[in-house]
T-cell receptor, first 115, second 110 residues
Framework: ETGVTQTPRHLVMGMTNKKSLKCEQH?????MYWYKQSAKKPLELMFV???????ENNSVPSRFSPECPNSSHLFLHLHTLQPEDSALYLC??????????????FGPGTRLLVL | QKEVEQNSGPLSVPEGAIASLNCTYS??????FFWYRQYSGKSPELIMF????GDKEDGRFTAQLNKASQYVSLLIRDSQPSDSATYLC??????????FGTGTRLLVSP
């Protein structure tokens, strides 16, 4: 266990559904991340929150909407997704540091299937 | 040009051998480098990180960094079947920006 939890672990949704992914970290970190991992592709950084402020948005479609109410919780709201959005969605956290960067610790992921 | 390149493998080694995993990166300004292990169906877990040129050892694992050649590697000594996984190289290319390679699949046969 890395101290980062994600729920649900598996999700099947239709293209017209609205669902949310939840991430919680118990490490006292102040930066949180959403990644997408598709087969045969590298992990793609979607969003970064540092001190609850979004600092990175990697040209992600608006059907993905992140929310970070505090430094321990991160959500990814999903709306009208496409089948190509089916993937493993990973949350990570780190201690916000300047300079060389800090190690990111990953949650177990949510396996999403869009029908 | 991919920012972080890894051979996808699979790299097959017999139990007890040394497995050598390689990674090249394109951003010369990168300062920190990470190796993660990912078992099938699981999330990445950190093995080790390296910031300075040279070698860094942790148990059976040794990370090697050569910034001039933009090359980072991971050596696994006395490989075990439980080491069979995909190994992800990640490079910090800026403030909180970690870029991952596609990973190298390692198979250790008993």
């Amino acid at each position: 266990e890395t101290g980062v939890t994600q729920t649900p672990r598996h999700l099947v949704m239709g293209m017209t559904n609205k669902k949310s992914l939840k991430c919680e970290q118990h490490l006292g970190h102040n930066a949180m991340y959403w990644y997408k991992q598709s087969a045969k592709k590298p992990l793609e950084l979607m969003f970064v929150y540092s001190l609850e402020e979004r600092v990175e948005n990697n040209s992600v479609p608006s059907r993905f909407s992140p929310e970070c109410p505090n430094s321990s919780h991160l959500f990814l709201h999903l709306h009208t997704l496409q089948p190509e959005d089916s993937a493993l969605y990973l949350c990570a956290s780190s201690q916000d540091k300047t300079g060389a960067g800090e190690t990111q610790y990953f949650g177990p992921g949510t396996r999403l299937l869009v029908l | 040009q991919k920012e972080v390149e890894q051979n996808s493998g699979p790299l097959s080694v017999p139990e007890g051998a040394i497995a050598s995993l390689n990674c090249t990166y394109s951003d010369r300004g990168s300062q920190s480098f990470f190796w993660y292990r990912q078992y099938s169906g699981k999330s990445p877990e950190l093995i080790m990180f390296i910031y300075s040129n040279g070698d860094k050892e942790d148990g059976r694992f040794t990370a090697q960094l050569n910034k001039a050649s933009q090359y980072v590697s991971l050596l696994i000594r006395d490989s075990q079947p439980s080491d069979s996984a995909t190994y992800l190289c990640a490079v910090n290319t800026g403030f909180q920006k970690l870029v991952f390679g596609t990973g190298t699949r390692l198979l250790v046969s008993p």
